[in-house]
């Protein structure tokens, strides 16, 4: 029998736990090396009320099994995403998680209402790594209030489940975990990337033109898996865990350690088949070790 | 497509550059000129990304004699083992894998008309113009296409013997003066340009920035087409990581292009030189 | 001529801008691969009032680009460090720094007491990373106030000069290593492990015995150049860089980001010759770019 | 020492594993039964620690007759592809380098005097125990070393002829009987030191952990003594990164000591043994 991929993120269905994550899979529709409709979801590319440009070039910089990125969430605006992007994959099998970033709580508010009602969105993600240019840029997700004001207003705005997705850039990543459950978050991905730097030594200038950009890739993984892990002790609603997902174990290792689904992001870029072979690697596994069901795995390491 | 393939050769061509190949079955996706692909370099996460390397030839036993047999066919790519990447690419060796991604990126567009062709090449840039000159030597004659290579020593002035065959007309320029005219192939350019009319005639370059932004300097002043394939770091080459942004200027207004996606192949007022 | 490559940390006179990085180099006298007396500097592993044994293993674990531990702070006790270990490597001109790690501050104080006026110690690295044993676990390093306590502690116990080792796991460096330096330390090192985990995923049990351990290596690298970076805008006392340096350009990197030296941990391990390489990278490179010493790079980054 | 060497063969000895070697000079220094050395298994940063294996044949032309010419000698391992780091290693070829840190760790103690030598070996602990068996034979009567091979199927039973040579004794047992007697290798040593007395015989072990416990119960409870190989994560291979610590008895007292330094050769009754 064919082991169950499925999974309950709590209202969403999703047809098996892989997702692409924000950022790295444009808005679903950019890839043609492999049908996207296997996917359990696709998190788009963060947007904002108004179309931005994003950074000036050098944008990324590879790094020891990473890379720095500062995009500087460039995309298309919530306008015509909703008029030319949604169209394309809203009929999608694959849950359409749309990411939302901004530098004010009205920023989150206002992408929010304009998503709101909108056919073929199964959920929000907030991105709340982003600087509030109100506190001086201190990250929403820093300060556990800052964290849970914006949970709390986007959920007056909405319907969609939101999903808020942290920052590991904190001393204690549960307190914000905490703080956005009780604000109502519905659930929680982590982790965002880690705040990084590269030299250039012959220039003496850094490899970015923005100095520092977020780091992701296999480098970040290990920590990500803690993360999930201790933010999965101490709240009730469900995760999805993100860093440096390459493999089916990747995967696995995520979610025994307490992930209800992943997200995939840079090995989207350097292996493009990355999310087609993960969801075989589950099945394989499930069958050789006579699991059921991908859901008898979630949350039970052993320590 | 993505797929892994064993390596055919993986030769030094010049001290420090390297041809690779690999089977490419006549089936598989056409090529056009200037177009690249992606290869990974290490089989673990360290380098972590693939890099992008321009389609030098592709084709069979008449391109290339070294492949046993007719029916076979393969592609093959020229480049300077620079850095982390690119120096473990050149320690692979004959039978070992390959994983590759491609063909990727748009193409040089071919005119309509032109009497003049002027393929202007520096370094490994030389590797994007074979296919091109072949395309254009189908369409017009042989003789209104002109390949100029430039580079600092004799060392760098490479696979000229590829070219020769083609019979189109070839000016070497080194810096040094120990192949070819002494001299910048800018300069090779610049002379020739001011004997032909500005309608017929049409540029074409890959190299160094600098000699780009030459090339497109002379070119802009005649007021002669001028396609320029540009370089820069590339996280996936197919549109999904923004890394790739280059300047473009379009309308005058400055935006954002993909190289991977929008380019490599440029007009060349529309690229943002910076202070080069 | 010979590029100069000796460099200065507050009152300390280093031959060389190059360490073995605590922990990873043993006492000073395990290696005989290479001449350990042509290094700037060995800090010894971490000491504490009385010997360790550590933690059970497995005790670590590789990832990518990287690898987890758990020692659990095994070492001889600093008694024995002074009786056996030092008389055998106080005669280096590698200057000897010794690290002191403890679960209250009269643990560190009792360590700077007992190594006080030894001769063939150049200063004390305290290391606080550890989870303080009275505030229920929570890390000096996470807490500028506990962090300061420390080094005002030890510097009222001591005449050698006192580095003072960073954890990267807080949400703003910046905060804790202004606050120690205010306290009285002469120096900062940066970065410690940043606690990761990974998971088995045929017996979903964690592949450390103790659950989660420090990451280290080439992967933590672009996070403590960001973190040196940062640092260095904020304080006037001199930084030593560490964190996943490997080859004599990861070095340059981070003195050019302001690190006035560089501690080489992990890459120990797996490529035993990294630190003699380094240092005649660092000498080639000073050379072929015309640079009479390695001062004149410490903190040159353009931004 | 440390050095990176050429590699002279890296052959598949049977379904997944492989036999790999390089030169090794004569004035190296001298490697005792049971050392091991410390492989870098890729040129990049992952996999990042390099992987122990354990010396299994070192030798000139007499050991190894693929050696062409005399004063050529080498070191050979044998291993089990079985993880990333051995997967990678295994897709190694001839004339690739391979760099290395060894000999390290501690050897099997050589008894002054006993009748019956027993080697116990399950998969590639083998390969650490042939240098052993040519140490022993060199100061006992070669009838008096016996060497006791046990593995689940006959593809797991490896490179009997390499010890044949040798003369010495040797008995072979799968599970499930498609090579040698059926049974499992602890039989067959159970029923051979009933018929020795115990101070005359010595056993000395190397294999998975279960053989390994169960190999010193046995010779425990005949108060033989016995030498086991034990392995485990290891960050350096040198005792630096106290990574490798394994539980021992000292005295009934429980201790740490470093695998690679105080081992990985160590008296059985001081290992601790889990729950296993
Ligand atoms: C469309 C395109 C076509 C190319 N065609 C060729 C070719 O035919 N022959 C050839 O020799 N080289 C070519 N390159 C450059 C090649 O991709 C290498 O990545 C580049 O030379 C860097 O070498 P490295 O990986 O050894 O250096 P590393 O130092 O390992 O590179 C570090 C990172 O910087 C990026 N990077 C640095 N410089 C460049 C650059 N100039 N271009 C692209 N990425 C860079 C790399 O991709 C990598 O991510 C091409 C690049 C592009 C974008
Ligand atoms: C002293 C010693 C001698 C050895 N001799 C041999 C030999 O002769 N032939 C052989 O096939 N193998 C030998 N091994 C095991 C070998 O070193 C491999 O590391 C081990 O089989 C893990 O394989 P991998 O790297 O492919 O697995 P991976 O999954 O890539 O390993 C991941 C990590 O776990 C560690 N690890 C996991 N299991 C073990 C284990 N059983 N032993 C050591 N490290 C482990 C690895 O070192 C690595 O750091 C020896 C190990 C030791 C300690
Ligand atoms: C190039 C790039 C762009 C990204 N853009 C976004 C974004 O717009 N919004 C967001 O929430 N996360 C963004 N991320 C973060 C990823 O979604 C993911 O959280 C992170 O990369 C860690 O996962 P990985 O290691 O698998 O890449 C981006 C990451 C990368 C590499
Ligand atoms: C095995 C191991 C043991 C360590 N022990 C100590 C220690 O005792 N005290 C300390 O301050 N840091 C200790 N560290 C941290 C290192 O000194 C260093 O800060 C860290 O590993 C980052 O540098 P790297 O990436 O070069 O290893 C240890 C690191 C490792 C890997
Ligand atoms: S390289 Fe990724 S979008 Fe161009
Ligand atoms: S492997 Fe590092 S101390 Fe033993």
């Given at each position: ?26 808005y679903g ?21 108004k179309?931005r440009m ?5 944008r ?13 969430l460039?995309?298309?605006g919530?306008?015509a995403?909703?008029?030319e992007?949604?169209?394309?994959i809203?009929h999608?099998k ?9 530098g ?6 206002t992408?929010a ?41 986007v ?19 549960r307190?914000?975990a ?9 659930a929680?991905s982590l982790?965002n ?20 950009g ?10 990500a ?9 101490v ?37 493009p088949?990355?999310?087609p ?19 008898n ?7 | ?14 001290p420090n550059y ?9 089936n ?15 089989e ?24 046993k ?19 473990f690419l ?19 567009t071919?005119?309509?008309?032109g ?21 254009l ?34 000016s ?6 120990t ?10 350019l ?6 032909v009319?500005?309608?017929s005639?049409?540029?074409y ?14 070119s802009?002043?005649r007021?002669i ?5 540009l370089e820069?770091?590339m996280?996936c080459?197919?549109g ?7 300047e473009i ?11 991977c ?16």
């Open positions: 029998m064919k082991p169950d991929l499925s999974v309950q993120i709590g209202s969403i269905h999703l047809q098996n736990p892989v997702l692409a994550a924000s950022g790295t899979f444009g529709e950019e890839v043609d090396l492999f049908d996207v409709n296997l996917l359990g979801g696709i998190v788009t590319k963060g947007l904002s009320p179309p994003g950074n000036p070039p050098p990324i910089v590879e790094t020891g099994a990473g890379m720095l990125n500062t995009i500087g460039e995309n298309v919530v306008e995403f909703v008029r992007k949604l169209p394309r809203g999608l694959a849950a359409i998680i749309a990411n939302v970033f901004g004010t709580v009205e920023d989150y508010v992408v209402q304009r998503l709101e009602g909108e056919k073929g969105i199964a959920a929000l993600e907030l991105n709340i790594s982003c600087p509030n240019v109100h506190q001086g840029g201190m990250e929403f997700g820093n300060d556990p209030g800052l964290a849970a004001e914006v949970v709390r207003a959920k007056r705005a909405t319907r969609f489940p939101v999903i808020v997705k942290l920052s590991p850039n904190v001393t204690d990543v307190l914000v905490k703080a956005v459950e009780d604000a109502g978050a519905d929680l982790i990337t880690i705040p990084g730097m590269a030299v250039d030594v012959y220039t003496r200038r850094p490899l970015l033109k923005n100095i520092t977020g780091l992701s890739g296999p480098a970040i993984k290990p920590i898996i803690r993360m999930v892990w201790q933010v999965s002790k709240v009730s609603i469900p995760i999805i865990g993100i860093g440096g997902i390459a493999t089916a174990r990747d995967a696995l290792e995520f979610l025994i350690a307490g992930a209800s689904a992943v997200q995939v992001g840079t090995a989207n870029f350097y292996e088949l990355t999310m072979r993960i969801l075989s690697g589950l099945e394989e596994f499930l069958h050789s070790q006579e699991i059921p069901s991908i859901r795995l979630i949350g039970t390491l052993q320590v | 497509m993505q797929q892994s393939s064993k390596i055919l050769w993986n030769t030094e061509a010049s390297y041809k690779i190949a690999f089977p490419y079955p006549e598989y996706p056409a090529i056009g000129s200037g177009q690249f692909f992606m290869v990974r370099v290490a673990g996460s360290d380098p972590l990304l693939r890099r992008a390397l321009a389609v030098y030839r592709v084709g069979g036993v008449d391109v290339f004699p070294e492949l047999g007719p029916g076979l066919s393969a592609v093959e790519f020229l480049y300077r083992a620079v850095g982390r990447g690119t120096g050149a320690k692979k060796r004959e039978g070992d894998s390959l994983d590759w991604v491609g063909p990727l990126g748009n193409s040089y071919l005119p309509k008309e009497a003049h062709h002027y393929l202007v090449a520096g370094g490994t840039g030389l590797s994007s113009l074979y296919v091109l000159a072949k395309e030597i189908k369409i017009f004659p042989v003789s209104s296409v002109h390949l100029m290579v430039g580079g600092r020593s004799q060392k760098d002035i490479l696979c000229l013997p590829d070219f020769e065959p083609l019979g189109i007309q070839i070497v320029t080194t810096e040094d003066g192949k070819g005219a002494r001299g910048r192939v800018t300069d090779v610049e002379s020739a340009l001011r004997t009319p500005s309608d005639a049409h540029v370059t890959a190299g160094p920035i600098p000699m780009m932004a030459k090339v497109a300097s002379i802009k002043e007021k087409a001028c396609q320029v394939s820069g770091p996280g080459g197919f999904i990581c923004l890394g790739c942004s280059v200027f379009e309308k005058g207004e400055r935006k954002y292009r993909l190289l996606k929008h380019g490599p192949i440029f007009n060349s007022e529309e690229v943002y030189w910076g202070e080069a």
